[in-house]
T-cell receptor, first 107, second 113 residues
Framework: QKEVEQDPGPLSVPEGAIVSLNCTYS??????FMWYRQYSRKGPELLMY????GNKEDGRFTAQVDKSSKYISLFIRDSQPSDSATYLC???????FGPGTRLSVLP | KAGVTQTPRYLIKTRGQQVTLSCSPI?????VSWYQQTPGQGLQFLFE???????NKGNFPGRFSGRQFSNSRSEMNVSTLELGDSALYLC????????????FGPGTRLTVT
């Protein structure tokens, strides 16, 4: 079993939809949780990070962490075509990354 | 503030050669981490440097090495290149060691023929 699991997609949604992206992990020692967005041929861009269980909101993005279930989510409200990218979750001090979910938001 | 810069952006090398990649972190950031990204394996951690010392190392062979200078700039070296080393090599900087947030550069795309 990999340390971090993430559905690779691709996930296609219509513009304006709410998108839910998820990761599960196996190492209960992970304390830091991050979401990155990566456009084609670019480096990952930090979207959100959190330490604790619960929700953290930033604009259209909400990160949710459930340490008891070892499950994290990223919600994107009012999705836009410019959100089309690969979304990577990362966690732990050595930044273990999930494989990424490819998202397409269709106009 | 300027972001993380990496040079060169593209490289083509042949098997058996060695290569050195360079990374300049965000001003004030003291931690630099290196990652390898491939379609099959995704993003994999190579190593982290903080204050010129290697702090953590991923599961890569000794052909992969790095160093950090007093100005926090870092270099990564791969010796005796193999075809499987073809990848996007990403550098990320963070204000602190094992930091809570990393900012990535655009990467160096290495092709080994």
């Amino acid at each position: 079993q990999k340390e971090v699991e993430q559905d690779p997609g691709p996930l296609s949604v219509p513009e304006g939809a709410i998108v839910s992206l998820n990761c599960t992990y196996s190492n209960s020692a992970f304390q830091y949780f991050m979401w990155y967005r990566q456009y084609s041929r670019k480096g990952p861009e930090l979207l959100m990070y959190t330490y604790s269980s619960g929700n953290k909101e930033d604009g259209r993005f909400t990160a949710q962490v459930d340490k008891s279930s070892k499950y994290i989510s990223l919600f994107i409200r009012d999705s836009q075509p410019s959100d089309s990218a690969t979304y990577l979750c990362a966690m732990g001090q050595n930044f273990v990354f999930g494989p990424g979910t490819r998202l397409s938001v269709l106009p | 503030k300027a972001g993380v810069t990496q040079t060169p952006r593209y490289l083509i090398k042949t098997r058996g050669q060695q290569v050195t990649l360079s990374c300049s972190p965000i001003s004030g950031h003291r931690s630099v981490s290196w990652y390898q990204q491939t379609p099959g394996q995704g993003l994999q951690f190579l190593f982290e440097y903080f204050s010129e010392t290697q702090r953590n190392k991923g599961n890569f062979p000794g052909r992969f090495s790095g160093r950090q200078f007093s100005n926090s700039r870092s270099e990564m070296n791969v010796s005796t290149l193999e075809l499987g080393d073809s990848a996007l090599y990403l550098c990320a900087s963070s204000p602190n060691a094992g930091g809570d947030e990393q900012y990535f550069g655009p990467g160096t795309r290495l092709t080994v023929t």
